[in-house]
Structures are given as structure tokens and as C-alpha cells.
């Protein structure tokens, strides 16, 4: 009954220079669903992401992509050299072209249309961070991927890009793994967060990991402003909201599993929820 | 009357071999011009400018090689060019040394290297200052065609892998997710590199190749929106720096190699005056 997740990471480990950057990590992302990574600076999450995209082959465990799986990758920054005369029409249309109609299209989507003929180089954060989203988005991908996407951004502009994030993730139905080193603002767009520090700490609703003595023992103070910021929220999550779907349950460390929701039911519940936050 | 016609004679024989070898310099640099400029705009957007100065640095090498085992001296500096680029590779992969210093170190390595080998085998007459600043006027039928058969092949093949260099020179790890070949472009890249060093050397030399390759590309930033065109531009300065260069080097008596370098210096500062286009 289970839809099979888009993405499924199992038991993976990473190692280099003798070094471990990850501790046999799992994870699942499926359709519609918003993964959220989080972690302190080091704890491997640029690593998890590499491994997932493909970019890095892992020293144990396996990655499993959906036949045919289609990802829209934002990076955390991008470094074009100033000498390379390149206009945000051109960025767009680099490798898989498009057509300028539906670039305008997506630019819109994401808040940038004035931007489509200025060089990319004279961006803003903000503008560049929408510029690659709408790359990533003009695959029409079934998964985003993005890697810290607010960095550069202003408090203001963080809310205005995840509450984006969420909305493209209910209007397109694409899973997205979010990498994000602090949970507060990410809490209300976000299914399932993963808490990282080389291996798995906790994983499972924000409620709950923002509750879990690991979490609290990474994050501290931010800790309290989370509880605040998730009492505001309470009203929308139902009991069962758990978003780890059965059957994969990860590892030893999990402590929020005992949901047994199948995929399809969860996916409802995901809209449920968007339609609450919007209304 | 028989001695002044003969006179005569050998002036207008003397001026046809003249203009000959003129006009064949003439044809070579403009052949290369073509080609270094499009592919100097790639160097310069990847900033591998110094990784082009080592290459260069290590052909002497590949001279040297090409004159132990008779394959012939621009097949030599092709492979040495290609051995280095994969050595660099593979050691900028181990991350000890930051890669400025690594290429340093190889740079000066590889061009004292190769005089060494150069002198040791002594036997052969060598004329280091030629390899080293090049001698436009001494090309031979062979060289012509060689840079222009040469430099088409690069051109050909810089046409072929164009989009997934822009896609990888912007972000490698977004081209890799996108499905661009990365390694095989990268690959192909370095070899073009290799090519153009080889064909180039007869021209300005070792020490001046990356010139070449950097200052068309850099005069021609200021007057393009798109890097189609920043590449055309590079190509036409280039061929200006040649014509220019060569003309004066005939005007007053200067190193060719040099005069060439020279005038593409003075188009770079006249575009730094033009307004940027963005």
C-alpha cells in the first residue's frame, strides 16, 4: 500500500581520511512531503546531501532514487566569475534549455520576473536565492533539494522564501530536503525534521524533536525560542501527524516512530495541513 | 645594364621571400588568435589562468621529450602537457598544499626540468630563446598547416562541448546534478589547453602562450552581454594583437613574440576606458 519514498537513504556511513562524517544515517523523502535536515556547522549535512544527489558515493549503506527521479538541486551559494558575461535569461536556459516564456513564468512563480535580463553577478542574496530556485523548479523536478537556502537572506526574507518553499511543495505535490542550521523559522513548513550531528540524534515532527534532549543539547537556546514558536503552532498538528512513514523507521537513535500511517494517507494530511496555514 | 637588371632581379626575388614568410607568420598568428581567444574566455571564466602558465611552463619538457624519442616535438609537449594536467588533478584531489602553491611549485619545477633536459642532451641544436619567446618569422609551410588543421580541430571541439563548459564553469556540482558528463568535458578542456600550447609555442613561445590566452579574453569582457559573444570579441582582439604586433615588430626591430604580447597589453588598457555592458 506504501507509495515507495522518492529518495531513500539506508544505513549510510561516510568516511574520509579516517575521519567519520557520517554515522549510518537513513532517511526517506516522499511525495509532497518536506524533510527538514538540521544540525550544528560540521555535523555532515552538505556531506547527507552530496550523498543523496549522487555527487559522493557513500562508504557503506545504500542510496535508493525513484526510477527516473528528476531532482531540482539549489546549492548553498553559487561563485560566477565576474569576467563571464551571463544574464539570468542565459543562467536558465545553460544546460536544459527553456523557453523565455516559461522562464518568465517560473521567475514569477518565485518572486524574481525583474530580474531576467540583469547579470547574474549583480544580484542580490535574496534575488540569486530565487534565481536558482526557479533553475531548480524549471526541470519540474519531483524532488528539491536545497541546501541552506537563506543564507545571505535576511530574517524577513527567510520567512518570505520558506513560506515560498511551502507553497511550491502544495501547488507542485515535489518532495523537498531542506538543509537548515536552525529550526525556528522552518518549523511550520516542515513534515519531518532530521536532527544531525554525524549520526542521526532524533528525527520526527518539529514538535517533537524540538522537545528531544538531544535536540536541546545541540541547540540550547535556541531550544526555548522553538517551544514559544511551537505552542503557536500546536492548534494545526493532530495527534497522529507523525510523518515517518511505517516501515521505515531508521535507527536505533529514532525515538518517535509508532505511526502507522500508510504514504497515501499521510500525503492528504500534508494538504490538510497547507490549506489550515494558508486559511 | 645586365649587372643593374640582375640587381633587380634578386631585390624582387629578395622581396618575394620576404613577404613570404611574412605573410606565413602573418597566417599563423592570426590562425591562432582565432582559436586562443574563444578558448582564453574559458581559462579566464575558470580562472585557470596560472593552470594554463603551468602547462605552458611544463611544454619545454615535452620539447625535450619529443626530441629523445623522435615523435617529434609538438606530439611531446601534447602528452608531457596532459601528464602534467593529470598529475595536478590528482594531486589538488590530496588537498595538502593549497593549489597556487601546488601549481607554483610544478610551474618552476617543470621549466627548469626541461632546460636541464634540453642541455643534457646537448647533442641536438636548440634554440632555448625561440622555444621560450617564440619566432613567428620562422614558420614553415608545416607549422601553417598545423595551426590552422590544429586550431580547427579545437575550435570544432570547443563548438561541440560549449553548453556543458558554460553549465560547469557556473557550478560544477549543479552541472553534475543535471547530468552534464563533468569529467569528460574537464577532460576534453585540458586537452584543447595542451593542443593550443603546442601550436602556440612557434608563435610567442612557452613564456608568453598564456597571454595569449588571458589578455584578448580580458580586453573583450568589457564589450560583451553574452559569452558567445565576449568569445568572438577575444578571437577578433587577438587578431589585432597579431597584426598589430607583427607590424611593429617590422617598423622597429623587436622580438615579434613579445611585440605581439605587447600590443594585446595596450587593446586590454584601451578597453578598460569603454564603459562596461554588463
Known amino acids: ?279 | 645594364m645586365i649587372t643593374t637588371i640582375f640587381t633587380a632581379m634578386t631585390k624582387r626575388m629578395e622581396g618575394t621571400v620576404m613577404d613570404d614568410f611574412l605573410l606565413r607568420g602573418l597566417l599563423a598568428g592570426v590562425g591562432l588568435a582565432l582559436v586562443t581567444g574563444p578558448l582564453g574566455c574559458v581559462i579566464v571564466w575558470r580562472r585557470m589562468a596560472y593552470f594554463g602558465d603551468t602547462l605552458s611552463h611544463s611544454a619545454l619538457l615535452g620539447v625535450a621529450l619529443g626530441f629523445l624519442t623522435g615523435i617529434g616535438t609538438q606530439t611531446g609537449i601534447v602528452l608531457v602537457c596532459l601528464t602534467i594536467a593529470l598529475a595536478l588533478t590528482l594531486l589538488q584531489e590530496q588537498r595538502r598544499l593549497g593549489s597556487d602553491t601546488l601549481l607554483g611549485i610544478i610551474s618552476h619545477s617543470t621549466l627548469s626540468l626541461g632546460m636541464i633536459a634540453l642541455a643534457v642532451l646537448g647533442s641536438v641544436r636548440v634554440d632555448l630563446l625561440s622555444y621560450l619567446f617564440g619566432d613567428i618569422l620562422a614558420v614553415g609551410d608545416a607549422d601553417l598547416y598545423a595551426i590552422w588543421g590544429g586550431g580547427a580541430l579545437v575550435l570544432a571541439l570547443l563548438g561541440w562541448i560549449w553548453r556543458p563548459l558554460l553549465a560547469l564553469t557556473v557550478d560544477e556540482d549543479l552541472a553534475r546534478v543535471e547530468g552534464v558528463p563533468v569529467r569528460r568535458v574537464r577532460l576534453g578542456f585540458t586537452l584543447m589547453i595542451a593542443i593550443i600550447i603546442a601550436l602556440a609555442m612557434k608563435i610567442v613561445g612557452i613564456l608568453l602562450v598564456t597571454a595569449l590566452l588571458i589578455i584578448p579574453a580580458a580586453a573583450a569582457r568589457r564589450f560583451a552581454r553574452a559569452p558567445e559573444a565576449m568569445a568572438v570579441m577575444a578571437a577578433l582582439i587577438g587578431v589585432g594583437a597579431v597584426v598589430a604586433g607583427l607590424g611593429a615588430s617590422l617598423q622597429v626591430d623587436i622580438p615579434t613574440g613579445p611585440a605581439i604580447v605587447a600590443a594585446a597589453a595596450t587593446l586590454f588598457l584601451i578597453s578598460q576606458t569603454v564603459p562596461a555592458r554588463g
Not at chain 1, 23 to 28: A, G, I, K, Q, Y
Not at chain 1, 101 to 127: F, K, N, Y
Not at chain 1, 215 to 222: E, P, Q, S
Open chain 1, 1 to 279: 500500500m506504501t507509495a515507495p519514498p522518492l529518495l531513500e537513504a539506508r544505513n549510510i556511513s561516510l568516511t574520509r581520511d579516517g575521519r567519520t562524517i557520517l554515522d549510518t544515517v537513513s532517511l526517506s523523502i516522499g511525495r509532497g512531503e518536506i524533510v527538514t535536515l538540521i544540525g550544528p556547522n560540521g555535523a555532515g549535512k552538505t556531506s547527507l546531501v552530496k550523498l543523496c544527489l549522487g555527487l559522493v558515493k557513500p562508504t557503506d549503506g545504500t542510496v535508493t532514487r525513484a526510477p527516473g527521479l528528476k531532482i531540482g538541486y539549489m546549492p548553498q551559494r553559487l561563485a560566477v566569475d565576474v569576467t563571464l558575461p551571463m544574464p539570468v535569461s542565459r543562467f536558465l536556459s545553460l544546460w536544459s534549455r527553456a523557453r523565455r516564456a516559461d522562464m518568465q513564468v517560473v521567475l514569477a512563480e518565485v518572486g524574481a520576473a525583474h530580474a531576467i535580463d540583469r547579470a547574474i553577478q549583480t544580484l542580490s542574496g535574496g534575488e540569486l536565492q530565487r534565481v536558482l530556485l526557479a533553475r531548480a523548479l524549471l526541470r519540474q523536478p519531483d524532488l528539491l533539494v536545497l541546501d541552506e537556502p537563506v543564507q545571505a537572506v535576511d530574517v524577513h526574507g527567510q520567512i518570505e522564501l520558506f513560506e515560498l518553499i511551502g507553497s511550491i511543495r502544495n501547488r507542485r505535490g515535489c518532495g523537498v530536503l531542506l538543509v537548515s542550521h536552525d529550526l525556528h523559522l522552518v518549523m511550520a513548513r516542515t513534515d519531518t525534521v532530521i536532527c544531525l550531528n554525524r549520526h542521526v540524534c532524533c528525527h520526527g515532527k518539529p514538535e517533537d524533536v524540538s522537545r528531544h534532549p538531544e535536540y536541546v543539547a545541540l541547540f540550547g537556546r535556541h531550544a526555548d525560542a522553538l517551544a514559544i514558536y511551537h505552542h503557536s503552532h500546536d492548534h494545526s498538528h493532530a495527534d497522529d501527524g507523525c510523518v515517518v512513514p511505517a516501515g521505515h523507521e531508521h535507527t536505533a537513535h529514532s525515538e518517535h516512530q509508532g505511526c502507522g500511517h500508510d504514504h497515501h494517507h499521510l500525503h492528504g494530511h500534508d494538504q490538510a495541513h497547507g490549506g489550515h496555514r494558508h486559511g
